[in-house]
Structure formats: structure tokens, C-alpha cells
């Protein structure tokens, strides 16, 4: 059977974690990675989580993969990665990727509303 984007939703969010932005910040005071998958463009118009490294959820593959010369080093599987995207879709699919990729510790924040709400900071860009 084909895949849908709803079956890949509900795969997604079974497999990743959804936490708040108190256990995100906790997570990131013990050396996790606060993680943004949006498009620069989206980060141009509305700042990004202050802290936040970005990679956006196109080339996420790319860059988790460390037998590549673009591997992002930020990306380790010792470490804590935290997702999120506008409204926590990207960041439940991109969780459920780097799952698949053997990172064990990914969790959804869900968007960056969500970050806001929750008393996080934001910066430009």
C-alpha cells in the first residue's frame, strides 16, 4: 500500500516523542541540540528559538548521515536532539527520519509558537 501523508503523520508522532518547552529547555541545559527544520526564508520572517541551530528538513538526510562530507556535526547520537518547525509537522517527520537513521533521543517540540508559549526566547534570523 502506498503511503499517505496522514499514515506518515501517524507514524511519525507514534514514534517521536511530544514534549513541552520546560522539558525541551532541560533537555538543551543537558547538552541537547534545540534543532529548527524550517526554511531559511520562514527563519528570515519570524527569528528562530534563541540557541536554535538550523537545518532544514529538505536536507536533513544530508546532513545526519556521517559518511558524508556534509554531515553536520551538530547531529550526534550521543546527544539529545529536540525538533521544531511552525507548527510541528516537518519536526514530527524529520524525528521520525532521524529515528530511522539510529538517533534515539529526538523529541517534537512542535513549533515555534509553541516555544514562544512556553517562555522561550527568540532571535533575528
Known sequence: ?????????EAANAAVERIDTGKAKQLI???????????????QQTGRASGAHHIPRGGLEFSADDTLKSYDAELRKDRPIVLYCAAGGRAALAGK?????GYEQVYNLGGLTDWINGGGDVSNG
Open 97 to 101: 527520519l532521524l529515528k530511522d537513521m
Open 1 to 9: 500500500m502506498a503511503l499517505t501523508v496522514k499514515s506518515m503523520m
Open 29 to 43: 541545559e543537558q547538552g541537547g541540540l534545540l534543532l529548527d527544520v524550517r526554511d531559511a526564508v520562514e527563519l
